[in-house]
């Protein structure tokens, strides 16, 4: 027969389907609780992800803006936010220098061997690659030093460290770089695009270089070779922007239509004195030497300064303290037999800076016309002008020509750096030197030979080495 459930049964049956739901309700509670904090894990742990791989490409950023701007042909100017600078960075060979990439600033500023110069990004669109202050964030270059404390050389080419942090949220990624000093620039550059032709020779001249030499002018006749002219580049090329004329030795065979290559020195600045302060000179602090030209006859020793009027060696020995020589006006002239300039350090050397007389009067020559004689000129193996013998002001109208006639032969060791103006060697004169000039003219038994040591100015950046921290 059925029964009824007595009360305290049907009581208690309550309870324990009461206590089963509630367990239920908190298991699907922690489940949902669990689900949810695991998908807030994980997507912090994307966010974090992305943020790593963002940090990462805004530091290889910072490293692809250092490395445009080594590579830089300067002047480079730019204007960011309105401040108008020269974007091109050029290390100094001194092994404490550095180079400081930073979000603000009015342009370059320098403070014994560290430079400050601001990134070349606009505000609005700015990658955290770099910082306002010098610190161990801002994007910074720095030579590579041996166990000396020397700069570190590899193949004879001086390694640069370039080293980017990049933020994105809270994460951090540092990039860090080496970079060789690729000695690329031509041993002889004949800079003119229009003259025609660029390079000519009459007679039976010879240049012989190791190196390249490169001939911008575009004309049909850019290299116009008369008489028995021979050309050689031993391990470089011969490039010429236009084409050939004449009838010559050239070795190798010259690569006609080739691209014009600007100026190699373009970044170079000249030295500032009274008077004489164009942008982004150079102040050495040079005092006036002598107020009318300096003419040496019989032995003298000069030191570094400002000449007005030049300095005329006539039949004297000129030897000179190391530094840099600025004719203001006059010119550097060295003839008659006899004549000798020489440097007073074997292990220093000169810069002589051709200009005009800020005070007024024409820029006066480089000439150098001798039988006999001893002139050994060396550039400086450091410094702003290092492995610069001969720099001619760019933006003196109008030019002279840089001469070297007669029996002369000297070494200028270095780079004759004279972009607007013409060389002219003629008879059976000979230099062993580099050079850089607007075009180049030989005549009789003239003979160019690369000098000594080759210059290192007019570098660029090759990466050699990379590494992600």
Not at 254 to 282: E, N, Q, R
Not at 407 to 414: A, N
Request: net charge positive.
């Amino acid at each position: 027969m059925n029964r009824s459930l007595l009360p305290a049964q049907l009581s208690n049956e309550r309870g324990v389907a009461l206590v089963m739901v509630f367990v239920f309700l908190l298991l699907l509670s922690l489940t949902t609780f669990s689900g949810a904090f695991s998908i807030v894990t994980h997507t912090q742990v994307v966010r974090n992800i992305e943020n790593e791989r963002r940090a990462f490409y805004v530091a290889e950023a910072g490293i692809a803006e250092a490395k445009i701007r080594l590579n830089m042909s300067s002047p480079t100017m730019v204007t960011v936010d309105g401040k108008t600078f020269d974007a091109a960075i050029v290390p100094e060979a001194r092994e404490d220098w550095a180079g400081y990439l930073q979000f603000s600033g009015t342009g370059p500023a320098k403070s014994a061997s560290t430079l400050k110069t601001p990134t070349i990004q606009r505000a609005a669109n700015r990658l955290a690659y770099s910082t306002e202050g010098q610190d161990e964030d801002t994007l910074m270059l720095r030579w590579a030093l041996d166990d000396k404390g020397k700069i570190l050389k590899i193949n004879g080419q001086s390694v640069l460290d370039v080293t980017a942090v990049g933020r994105s949220g809270s994460a951090k990624r540092s990039v860090h770089l080496q970079m060789a000093e690729v000695l690329a620039r031509p041993s002889i550059h004949v800079n003119s695009t229009t003259a025609c032709p660029g390079l000519k020779t009459n007679g039976n001249p010879s240049i012989r270089t190791g190196a390249t030499i490169q001939v911008n002018s575009t004309c049909s006749g850019a290299i116009q070779l008369g008489g028995s002219s021979d050309i050689t580049a031993a391990t470089g090329q011969v490039k010429v922007a236009g084409g050939i004329g004449g009838k010559g030795k050239i070795s190798p065979v010259p690569a006609t239509g080739s691209p014009v290559m600007p100026d190699p020195l373009g970044s170079l600045k000249p030295p500032c004195f009274a008077g004489y302060a164009p942008a982004g000179c150079i102040d050495l602090g040079l005092k006036t030497k002598s107020n009318s030209t300096y003419k040496v006859s019989g032995k003298m020793t000069l030191e570094p300064g400002v000449y007005y009027g030049g300095i005329d060696v006539k039949g004297g020995t000129a030897s000179l303290n190391p530094g840099v020589y600025v004719m203001a006006g006059g010119g550097f002239s060295v003839s008659a037999n006899g004549s000798s300039v020489v440097v007073n350090d074997p292990k220093r050397g000169v810069m002589i800076y051709n200009t005009r007389d800020p005070a007024g009067g024409k820029m006066g020559a480089v000439s150098f016309n001798t039988g006999s004689g001893n002139v050994n000129l060396r550039a400086e193996p450091d410094g702003p002008y290092r492995g610069i013998v001969i720099f001619q002001d760019r933006d003196a109208t109008p030019q002279p020509a840089v001469t070297v006639q007669g029996g002369f032969s000297g070494v200028l060791d270095g780079t004759i750096y004279a972009i607007n103006a013409a060389l002219d060697m003629q008879g059976g004169s000979s230099l062993q030197t580099e050079m850089v000039v607007g075009t180049l003219t030989m005549g009789g038994n003239a003979t160019i030979l690369p000098p000594p040591h080759p210059s290192t100015a007019g570098s660029t950046f090759a990466s050699i080495a990379w590494l992600d921290v």
